[in-house]
């Protein structure tokens, strides 16, 4: 290594941040289960709150699991930079010279590894208690795999502007649910579309448009949003 | 290496102090004091580059700052060996084994701990970790003594003494009474930009 | 103020102007001038257009005299979109630039903007009764007005949350930008969700406008810019009072009649 250097290169910060987040994550791990217990309670209210008639439960199946992601996604999020922000780390972030973009993006990689990915192979047991008919079962993890990063990069944004306030994660599901609102319509259409034995491809090739979008533009703002907050 | 000329920063529509003109020389060491409250953190973290100045100008020709602050930014869930291979990872050169920092440090001891078992003395030393790690040349310390034992402010002083013979620069915010014994040091004092002040 | 040869004198006046309004103790005078002629202009656009609006223009084949409230629902469906475009605009400015001015004319816009969002959601759930027989209906432009709607409330929402009054309107104005980004997508997803799930597109301006009805439209279009106009620049005004209460050039600008709290209240 170059002593005359004074920062490490981009890359090398970039993986040893991903590095140490998930190492926090695999510390804390019984705070991963949260958002997915609230994601199985919420679901099985629907069948107690609505009735249990698989035709109906068949039929709200892709609306029900979805919101349901939405909702657990947004209780996951407030994590995301809050306690970077309480222990000064996340100022040093701004200062290290390294692009905060790049720093961003890592954070939300590394969030959507630990709280969407599990949402995404928890789906299919949720899809079985929703009565989803089969042959919409890929689809429906498609959309979930393509989609909840979207979520995470969308919803960082809400988390940076929301991260030095008290209460900012209450605020944060009423800044995101209105950015979330094309991606829950596409994501459910599709859906739907596979379980009338309709294409679905166009919803599922809107949704990798929106995903590279995000993961190209979603950056850019929770920088700014993030050096906001810090000042 | 800083010139900072008429720097005002308003918080609530009111200057946190009055207007700031000064200059900080490669090897000098400016020791900012003042009351509490007068503005010491904002003006450090002003230099650093977190905070926009209201009015004014700061003109740096530093390569690199390190920024010590009221926050120690270590994490609780990780241990010292962890904090520090991190830091050293993600800032630093990479040129120096993290064992010889934390040996420097004096946390041999405690260096598989988890830090949310640290004292507050030894938190601090590890969150000077950074200040070992890359080669900068400003240094920015809010408070650097603040829990510190005769050892570990003496250690701060050697750390401090070495960086003004390499040539670099700092700037120490402090309300203690300690003054670090170095050479070129000079010294300001802010004043409340409050009107009821 | 820069002193500028008169090389081309229109030119330099325009950019002299917008430097000057960003000056608070000229923004403040400029506007106070400015604002009963708005107010006027208004009222008489207003009154000119709900006369023909209201009286004048022809009932509806379809839908006879309810129709009438077209004249408001529209214009300020129309008004919620463009004062969000604006607000986002002006919030861009008010973060690249640092421009307080702009930080207080984006933040003013907002509840401006949120009020004619909520009308046109009122106005619109009220048309639909005698037209559908429902006080709601999830069609398109009403479903799109009400997440116009959320988008407000949450920039309004972020803008009071943060206790720093600059740090909160540069917060609000990052999210109104990012909220104007997503604003075609949210009204494109949601006109094609409309088609998704429904036979027909139900539409409260489904049918043909003739000339004669739309006349006092166009005319409503206009007096609501000035109501716009003339709202936003009074929230600035009080706004900039506010903030700059305890600064000089208040008690100047501020012409009291006779000795109240305020004027007393600075020179101590």
């Known amino acids: 290594m170059n002593e005359l250097t004074h920062t490490a290169s981009i890359p090398r910060a970039f993986f040893a941040l991903l590095r140490r987040d998930l190492l926090l994550a695999f510390r ?16 099985s209210l629907f069948p107690l709150g609505i009735g249990p008639g698989p035709a109906l439960l068949a039929r709200i ?4 699991l979805w919101i349901a992601a939405l909702l657990a996604t947004v209780i996951s999020l407030d994590s995301l930079f809050r306690s970077d922000f309480e222990d000064g780390t996340l100022e040093q972030y701004l200062i290290s010279g390294h692009p905060l973009t790049l720093i961003a993006l890592a954070k939300t990689l590394a969030h959507w590894l630990v709280a969407g990915l599990p949402l ?42 929301t991260v030095s306030l008290r209460r900012g994660g209450q605020l944060l599901s009423l800044l995101v649910f209105p950015l979330y609102v094309p991606v829950l319509i596409i994501a459910t259409g599709g859906i739907m579309a596979a379980v009338d034995d309709l294409p679905y491809q166009a919803f599922l090739g809107l949704l990798l448009a929106g995903l590279i979008t995000s993961l190209t533009l979603a950056p850019f703002a929770t920088a700014a949003a993030l050096k906001i907050s810090l000042s | ?93 990479g040129s120096r084994a993290v064992s010889e ?53 003496g250690m701060v002083d050697r750390l401090l003494q070495q960086h003004s013979d390499n040539g670099g620069g700092c700037v120490v915010a402090t309300h203690g009474n300690h003054r670090p014994p170095i050479a070129g040091r000079t010294e300001i004092q802010l004043i409340s930009g409050h009107r009821s002040a | 103020m820069s002193s500028k040869q008169n090389i081309k004198p229109r030119k330099n006046a325009l950019v002299l102007f917008f430097h000057k309004m960003g000056s608070p103790p000229w923004f403040f005078a400029f506007a106070g001038k400015l604002i009963p002629w708005l107010w006027a202009v208004f009222a008489g656009l207003a009154a000119w257009g709900l006369y023909l609006g209201l009286f004048r223009a022809p009932p509806d084949y379809l839908q006879g005299e309810s129709f009438r409230i077209m004249y408001i629902h529209v214009p300020a469906a129309w008004m919620s979109m463009l004062i969000y475009g604006l607000m986002a605009v002006m919030g861009f400015i008010a973060l690249v630039w640092r421009v307080r001015v702009m930080e207080i004319l984006a933040m003013s816009s907002a509840p401006v903007g949120a009020a004619f969002t909520l009308a046109a959601l009122i106005t ?37 949350a943060h206790d720093e009054p600059r740090k909160a309107a540069r917060a609000a104005c990052l999210l109104a930008l990012v909220g104007l980004v997503n604003l075609p997508i949210i009204h494109f997803s949601v006109k094609w969700w409309n088609t998704l799930h429904q036979d027909s597109s139900i539409g409260i301006t489904g049918s043909h406008i003739h000339i004669s009805m739309l006349w006092p439209l166009l005319i409503m279009t206009v007096a609501t810019k000035f109501y716009y106009a003339a709202n936003l620049l009074t929230r600035a005004r009080v706004m900039l009072l506010q903030q700059d209460l305890r600064k000089g050039w208040i008690r100047d600008a501020v012409k009291l009649n006779d000795d109240s709290g305020l004027n007393q209240g600075i020179t101590q």
């Open chain 2, 101 to 153: 920092v934390i040996e420097q440090l004096g946390l041999r001891r405690v260096a598989h701990q988890l830090a949310r078992t640290l004292s507050a003395g030894q938190r601090k030393r590890c969150a000077l970790a950074r200040l070992l790690l890359c080669r900068v040349d400003l240094w920015l310390l809010d408070e650097p003594y603040s829990n510190l034992d005769d050892e570990g402010i």
């Open chain 1, 61 to 64: 199946a892709p609306g029900v």
């Open chain 1, 120 to 161: 995404v192979l928890l789906s299919p047991l949720l899809a079985i208690w929703m009565n989803l008919p089969t042959r919409a079962m890929g689809v429906m993890v498609a959309t979930l795999a393509l989609a909840t990063p979207i979520l995470s990069l969308i919803g960082a944004i809400g988390v940076g502007l």
């Open chain 3, 124 to 160: 619109g759930s009220l048309w639909g009764r005698p037209t559908w027989g429902t006080y709601w209906v999830w069609d398109a432009r009403l479903t799109s007005e009400l997440v116009l709607l959320f988008l407000y409330l949450g920039v309004m929402g972020l803008y009071s």
């Open chain 2, 1 to 93: 290496m800083l010139t900072v000329s008429q720097l005002t920063f308003e918080r609530y529509f009111q200057p946190v102090f009055k207007p700031l003109d000064f200059r900080l020389q490669a090897g000098g060491l400016l020791l900012v004091t003042g009351a509490n409250g007068c503005g010491k953190t904002t003006l450090i973290r002003l230099l650093a580059g977190i905070l926009t100045a209201s009015e004014g100008s700061i003109k740096s020709t530093a390569a690199g700052t390190a920024y010590v602050g009221h926050l120690l930014a270590i994490k609780d869930d990780l241990t010292v060996v962890e904090n520090v291979r991190f830091v050293r990872d993600f800032l630093g050169t």
């Open chain 1, 28 to 43: 804390r791990r019984t705070e991963l289960l949260y958002p997915l217990m609230f994601l199985l309670v919420v679901v």
